[in-house]
C-alpha cells in the first residue's frame, strides 16, 4: 500500500490537521497516512515546545482507533533539523510502498518550498500535494497538485494562545490530547 504523509511540529496536534490529512487521503486514494512529528523544523521555531516526548504522545493519542492514521517518530529518533528529503528516504526504504507515496503540505508552506533542503529530490521520491491551509493563493512553480479540502481555521498557536489566556480550546484538540494536555499542564503560563 502506498501512503501520504504528513509532517510537522505538532504543538499540539489538533483536529484540523486530521480533517485535512484525513480530506485529502480520501480525495487522492491514500488507505494511509502517516504523521511524521518533527524534532527540529529547520523553517520555524518551536514556540513554547514541550518536548518531543510531550509531542509524539499527544500525536499517537489523537490516532487511537483510527486505521487510517499511524505515527512514525523517525525524525525524533534521528535528531538534529528534520529534512524532509531524509524522512521520505528513510519512510520509502523501511516501508517500501507499492505506489508512489505523497508528501502533503500546507498552502502556507508552499511558495517556501523550493528552499527546503533538495526539494527536486522530494519530488523525484513522493507526489506532492498542496492542501489549503491559510486560503491564500501561492505560486509554486514545480510540479504538484492542489486538494480541495476544506479550509479549517484552527492552528496550533491559537491551541496555545487560547490555552494561556484560559479561553475555549477543548475541542479544538481530540480528547485524548485534551486530557494530556490538561494532566501535564502543557502551554499554561
Known sequence: MSFLVLGG???PVHIGHLI?????ATQF???RVILV???MPPHKDLVDDPGPE???AMLRLAVVGQELFSVDDCELRRGGPSYTVDTLADLVARLRPDGRPALLIGDDLAE???SWREPGRILGMARL?????SGLSYELGLAHESAGNLLVPISSTLVRQRVRDGGAWKNLVPPG????????GLYRN
Do not use: C, K
Not at 485535512?20 to 485529502?24: G, L, N, S
Not at 490530547?177 to 501535564?184: E, L
Open 9 to 11: 511540529s505538532f504543538n
Open 20 to 24: 485535512m490529512a484525513e480530506e485529502v
Open 29 to 31: 486514494g491514500y488507505g
Open 37 to 39: 512529528p518533527a524534532f
Open 54 to 56: 510531550h509531542r509524539l
Open 112 to 114: 517556501g518550498f523550493t
Open 129 to 133: 500535494i498542496v492542501a489549503r491551509r
Open 177 to 184: 490530547v485534551a486530557s494530556y494536555m490538561d494532566a501535564h
